[in-house]
């Protein structure tokens, strides 16, 4: 899928809610927003990102002991 075609909201300001620095650099980069306090919903961005990530570690670890764990996402 072309960027063109992908949801990205970016922001050009920092979120004036934001108090950590990787939160207010997720939410400008078109990542995560905030759906209520303390819940975030992840972005196609963020889940394109997870998806290849986790491709990224079974490819790996199919090279060593291929044990399949399933971690939270933060």
Same mark, same amino acid.
């Given at each position: 899928?072309?960027? +063109?075609?992908?949801?990205? %909201?970016?922001?050009? $300001?920092? %979120?004036?809610?934001?108090?950590?620095?990787? @939160? !207010?650099?997720?939410?400008? !980069?078109?990542?995560?927003?905030?759906?209520?306090?303390?819940?975030? !919903?992840?972005? %196609?961005? !963020?889940?394109?990102?997870? $998806?290849? /990530? &986790? &491709? +990224? =570690?079974?490819?790996?670890? &199919?090279?060593?002991? %291929?044990?399949? =764990?399933? @971690?939270? @996402? /933060?």
């Amino acid at each position: 899928m072309k960027q +063109s075609q992908m949801l990205i %909201p970016t922001l050009r $300001e920092m %979120p004036s809610d934001a108090q950590v620095i990787s @939160h !207010a650099l997720m939410v400008r !980069a078109g990542y995560v927003r905030q759906v209520s306090a303390g819940i975030y !919903a992840y972005l %196609p961005l !963020a889940n394109r990102t997870i $998806e290849k /990530f &986790k &491709k +990224s =570690c079974v490819k790996n670890s &199919k090279k060593s002991v %291929p044990l399949k =764990c399933l @971690h939270q @996402h /933060f």
